[in-house]
């Protein structure tokens, strides 16, 4: 990263690379997706509007084939390390198939100077009319995302009239990180949406900061209970020393290759 995308991150809470995978790449993982989500429904039907969304965490054992390389790529790893330190911890990989919209909200909100974030790759051509993620620029600054959390229906905007929102319009290709402290919406009911997640945390140590470690330890025991067991014996086996860094993190907390073997729909 230069100087000045790492500047963009830290300021706004966000950066989006345009065409970061080739179209080749693209269509990959595209048709791995639809395998993977199609194999974790069990044959059944993809749902539609007015059904429930499809999340399967974690997602990449579906085709370890094809979305471990993801783990591996310098390209996404190299951001990782750049704005969370060398040491930093991956969680949760995500598939989810979108089937509406989703008001303005964050996730998980580390104490001040401490964060974790996702790689987000949406596999569909996305404008605001049809649900591109929409993000509030330094909403990830605690005054102002503790003020939004506690005002934001109480100001007289209509959501899609926030002040600052910015659409981040996606082509099939580009790629999204952001830190989950960050404000964020699709604001359009349109189903079919298909995401790619990865999900990392900063690590930290008692010597370090105590605070920030009781959070850190905190925030994987409740990932473990919500979605069990983060990664397989087989991403473990496979892994390369990059790969076995961002792993080793989880596990010398007790956590990552501990909890249920299984992942979790959400129902929402």
């Known amino acids: 990263m230069t100087q000045e995308e790492i500047r963009h991150f830290e300021t706004l809470g966000f950066i989006q690379y345009k065409r970061f995978f080739s179209p080749e790449e693209v269509e990959k993982l595209s048709s791995a997706f639809d395998s993977a989500m199609e194999r974790a429904r069990g044959g059944a039907p993809a749902p539609v509007a007015g059904e429930r969304r499809q999340q399967v965490i974690p997602f990449f054992d579906y085709d370890p084939d094809t979305f471990y390389p993801l783990l591996d790529d310098e390209r996404i790893m190299d951001v990782f390390s750049t704005l969370m330190g060398e040491d930093f911890i991956l969680t949760v990989s995500e598939g989810i198939l979108h089937t509406g919209g989703s008001a303005w909200h964050h996730d998980a909100c580390g104490p001040e100077g401490f964060f974790s974030m996702r790689a987000a790759m949406y596999l569909d ?6 649900g591109c993620l929409n993000v509030i620029p330094g909403s990830h600054f605690r005054e102002y995302q503790e003020s939004l959390a506690q005002h934001m229906n109480e100001i007289g905007v209509k959501p899609e009239d926030i002040p600052g929102r910015y659409p981040l319009v996606n082509e099939p290709g580009d790629i999204l990180f952001m830190n989950h402290k960050t404000f964020h919406s699709s604001l359009s009911d349109t189903p ?19 605070e920030h470690l009781d959070w850190l330890v905190g925030f994987l025991a409740g990932e473990t209970r919500g979605w069990g067991r983060f990664y397989s014996e087989r991403l473990i086996a496979t892994a390369g020393p990059r790969r076995r860094r961002m792993l080793q993190g989880a596990m010398d907390l007790g956590f990552g290759n501990t909890g249920d073997v299984t992942h979790l729909q959400d129902l929402r």
């Not at 051509?125 to 049809?130: A, C, I, T, Y």
């Open 125 to 130: 051509p996305l404008g605001p009319e049809d």
């Open 192 to 210: 079919g949406r298909r995401a790619i997640h990865i999900n990392c945390v900063q690590n930290t140590s008692a010597e370090k900061n105590p």
